[in-house]
């Protein structure tokens, strides 16, 4: 269920913050939103200059909208565009164009930041992994990112694809192995990890489908567009003038049985096309148990789920809350999710780099972190961190 690759310790929940050849550290990270944001009501004037009110599938998403508990979404400066208000929706070389102009852009000032919250240049980055469920074009946002930094051709990279929310945390995963097989190898890494979405671009496409078969996708209701970066190094480069965040300590990654068809992401004339199954929240809070546990055992925890704080995906109250039941938590340690979700909505990928980010500025917090998002597949993502206070 994963790369089982740690560093035990005897006891966790005293064990002192200290780091040794295996050390993982997030060293700088970084979240950054568009600077427009909406609420339900602009939604709902959206949705009604193209569609009329009584249609059935509007009604319900309308619904949906209003009880979503989202009071903000920050969304990219096309919601005004004639371009994307015509009667039929853009295609996907608009989507493409949009998605390259605004998230690169966007992705490029995330990473400025966790580079300087990292106290690390741009030239001296050696991998960069990089994801995103809201574009597929080639070559991918990631290299017109690096060129655009400065960060070297010869740096290794990394472009995740099909992990939808889940994506995050399998950037982090992935550059945690990178890292660690670099410490074998006695070379230092300085890892950046960029996650990027601009969700807003397939709304129109969303609701046409839906006027189409008169069906309702929640998407145009939850998601927004963000960017979010983080650097993780070796302690090949842990010198006392580097920051310490969170280290990483264990990750799991693990797929839950017969439940492919209940999250999807499908391409389109349009763009892309969310499918999401009433059944996924009681899919993503049963799978949340067994990596925890694994997660414990093999690093030598004898702490139970409220000893942590959490970072759960914020894909909506009842993921959040789903979460919350299975592993039995108080509110406050979901706090940061919650925040995230009613400020941002669901920003895929993003999001849970974003709810790590504003974790690690509050106060009063735990050592002990467990991050976790979900994705297609239905996979699930979990990160068993160090909060360095």
């Not at 508990?69 to 565009?81: L, N």
């Not at 009667?87 to 493409?96: G, L, M, Q, S």
């Not at 992401?265 to 925890?292: C, D, E, I, R, W």
């Amino acid at each position: 269920m994963g790369a089982i690759l740690s560093n035990p310790a005897n006891d966790a929940s005293t064990y002192p913050l200290q780091e040794d050849e295996s050390t993982l550290m997030i060293t700088g990270l970084a979240t950054k939103w568009p600077s427009k944001l909406i609420g339900p009501k602009d939604m709902k004037a959206y949705a009604l200059n193209h569609y009329p009110e009584n249609a059935p599938w509007l009604q319900s998403l309308l619904k949906i909208n209003e009880q979503s508990g989202i009071q903000t979404r920050a969304v990219v400066d096309i919601w005004d565009d004639p371009q994307w208000n015509r009667d039929i929706p853009p295609t996907a070389e608009d989507v493409d164009t949009a998605f390259r102009n605004y998230g690169v852009q966007l992705t490029k000032a995330a990473a400025l930041d966790a580079l300087s919250d990292s106290h690390i240049t741009p030239s001296s980055v050696t991998h960069v992994v990089a994801v995103t469920a809201t574009n597929a074009g080639s070559p991918g946002y990631d290299q017109i990112v690096a060129r655009e930094l400065g960060i070297p051709a010869t740096a290794e990279r990394a472009l995740l694809a099909g992990v939808g929310c889940a994506g995050g945390l399998a950037a982090l995963r992935v550059a945690s192995n990178l890292a660690r097989a670099a410490t074998l190898q006695h070379q230092e890494a300085r890892i950046l990890i960029i996650a990027c979405e601009i969700c807003s671009i397939q709304i129109r496409a969303e609701l046409h489908a839906a006027s189409q078969s008169h069906t309702v996708g929640i998407g145009p209701a939850l998601f927004g567009d963000g960017a979010a970066a983080m650097v993780l190094c070796n302690s090949y480069n842990l010198s006392d003038k580097i920051p310490r965040r969170f280290s990483v300590i264990d990750w799991r990654t693990c797929i839950t049985p017969r439940t492919h068809e209940d999250m999807s992401y499908q391409v389109t004339s349009n763009g892309f096309l969310l499918s999401l199954s009433k059944q996924v929240p009681k899919y993503t809070a049963a799978s949340l148990q067994m990596p925890f546990q694994s997660l414990l055992e093999t690093n030598g925890k004898r702490l139970s789920p409220v000893d942590f704080d959490w970072a759960v995906h914020p894909g909506g109250l009842s993921i959040i809350k789903g979460a919350q039941m299975a592993m039995k938590l108080p509110d406050e340690a979901v706090m940061a999710s919650y925040e995230i979700y009613r400020s941002r909505g669901n920003a895929s990928s993003v999001a849970v780099l974003a709810v790590l980010d504003r974790l690690r500025s509050m106060e009063m917090r735990k050592q002990d972190v467990i991050a976790c998002s979900f994705g297609p597949g239905l996979t699930t993502e979990m990160v068993l961190l160090k909060r360095w206070l």
